[in-house]
């Protein structure tokens, strides 16, 4: 398996064929799933005792597999938070497999590590905390978010009063899913403030002078969200933040969607107060044009983090060592065994460069405006809220839940477009309405028109 030969490199050359096919293509098909028993009817068995051949296995890929999936850089999937890496990211990722450089400890990635660390750099520069703080990337804004919160519970537990305490968090309905996730793996218990606007610091101070005696003691956290997933809305960081520092209560931000828009002066203001947080997470593999996957989780200061990470054992003994000295990420998050994934992003900002990042997020900040318009000049349609970063929630005029789930399939089902409903509080019911997420610089208006013109 591991030896040289001509099959190796025949196939090598297909493998990268495709790959520059991939890459340099102008245009390519949305995709679609298949079920497991239509997908295995084309390919038969592939893992067998003597192998299928990789040309075989390969064909199968192009012929079958590939076609199964649905591209997240797609100009008219704007679904869920899709993605957009640029060119190079991707060209990087390819060189970071192939380079097979374990990233958890300096001494054997000290190459790799330090071109993370630059982007990382940036990115810490993006947020404005203070001197000393510093991040590290993780597979995505779970791991990020969980690195976090389990850093500010060891940290509220060095003191003896707590040590036997089960921690609480406070956050909002409009929080990400994995809020709520990370707090199961944790063990910790969540207080949700019925909002799904933005949460303010009167809304916490409010949550919190209610909460019994005991559970003012255990509560240790706040996570406040710098963009929601589901509509973009940044919490009043702020007055969180100032709530939080007259109690002594850890202040975490995700913005794992919306962290990408601190590049953009534009929006820059509304996020003021992000540079107070404890800790925040930025998925890269969003709004920072990187492949998946690539999260971060960034510190105001690090080094509680690394007593809360940092692992031991004596075959790990020579990483701390002198002889080793470096900066090693595995200690300031949950995982030992990592990728050098934030290798991809420096490559692309160092080709680049900062001021196109900030005009690629600009563009989609822009492209939620200019879907705004069309919305307001369609008469079968109309906004649920204003745009906010780059999410536009939108109801069409008439329809029943029912109706959404349809039109989102037969898009999809004529390779046509992504885009799929999700729920809004309005009162006290949940109404089903429809979503634009744009991270693609690519989409273009006439994208957006012939999208809402299918609901017609």
């Known amino acids: 398996m591991h030896k040289i030969d001509i099959d190796l490199i025949e196939m090598t050359l297909d493998v990268m064929k495709f790959a520059i096919g991939r890459i340099s293509a102008t245009e390519h098909p949305i995709g679609k799933p298949k079920k497991y028993e239509e997908l295995k009817a084309l390919v038969g068995e592939t893992v067998t005792e003597n192998g299928v051949g990789g040309e075989y296995a390969f064909n199968l890929w192009k012929e079958h597999l590939s076609k199964a999936n649905v591209p997240v850089d797609h100009p008219r999937n704007l679904a869920f938070v899709p993605a957009a890496p640029t060119r190079a990211a991707i060209m990087f990722d390819l060189v970071t497999s192939a380079s097979s450089i374990h990233g958890a400890y300096w001494m054997e990635g000290a190459g790799g590590i330090f071109c993370e660390n630059e982007a990382m750099s940036w990115i810490v ?3 404005g905390l ?13 791991a990020a978010n969980l690195s976090a919160i389990v850093t500010a519970r ?3 537990r060095e003191d003896e009063t707590y040590s036997r305490e089960k921690g609480l968090i406070i956050t909002s309905i409009g929080a990400h899913s994995s809020i709520k996730a990370m707090a199961k793996v944790a063990d910790v218990d969540i207080l949700l403030v019925d909002s799904e606007e933005e949460l303010t610091g009167d809304d916490l101070r409010k949550t919190i002078d209610k909460l019994n005696f005991h559970q003012r003691k255990r509560l240790f956290a706040v996570v406040a969200t710098g963009g929601t997933t589901n509509a973009g809305i940044i919490d009043d960081l702020d007055g969180i933040a100032e709530v939080c520092e007259k109690e002594n209560i850890w202040f975490h931000v995700d913005a794992a969607y919306g962290g990408g828009a601190l590049a953009a002066d534009s929006v820059r203001p509304l996020f003021n107060g992000i540079e107070r947080a404890d800790s925040i997470t930025i998925d890269p593999h ?4 990187s492949p998946y996957d ?5 510190y105001k200061d690090p080094e509680l983090a690394k007593n809360a990470h ?10 701390k060592d002198e002889g080793a000295h470096g900066f090693n990420p595995t200690d300031y998050q949950i995982q030992l065994t990592r990728r050098v994934r934030g290798l991809p992003l420096w490559f692309s900002l160092a080709t680049h460069g900062t001021d196109q990042y900030k005009k690629s997020v600009e563009r989609g900040i822009e492209l939620a405006q200019i879907a705004g318009r069309l919305i307001d000049e369609n008469p079968n349609v109309e906004l649920v809220r204003e745009p906010s970063l780059s999410c536009v929630l939108y109801r069409r005029i008439g329809w029943k839940p ?3 789930t349809h039109w989102t399939y037969e898009n999809h ?7 799929t409903p999700t729920k809004w509080k309005n009162g006290d019911t949940f109404e089903t309405v429809s979503r634009f997420c744009f991270i693609n610089p690519d989409t273009t208006e006439k994208d957006i028109q012939m999208i809402l013109e299918s609901m017609n």
């Not at 969003?286 to 044009?289: A, E, G, N, R």
């Not at 690539?294 to 960034?298: F, L, P, Q, S, T």
């Not at 089902?413 to 885009?419: D, H, P, S, T, Y």
């Open 125 to 127: 520069s993006l947020t």
């Open 286 to 289: 969003k709004w920072m044009f």
């Open 402 to 404: 029912e109706d959404y």
């Open 310 to 319: 940092s692992q031991q054992g004596s075959y790990l003994d020579i990483f």
């Open 154 to 156: 060891e940290h509220w």
């Open 294 to 298: 690539c999260g971060a989780v960034i």
């Open 413 to 419: 089902e004529k390779g046509f477009a992504l885009v």
């Open 130 to 142: 203070p001197k000393g703080a510093f991040g590290v990337f993780t597979s995505g804004g779970t």
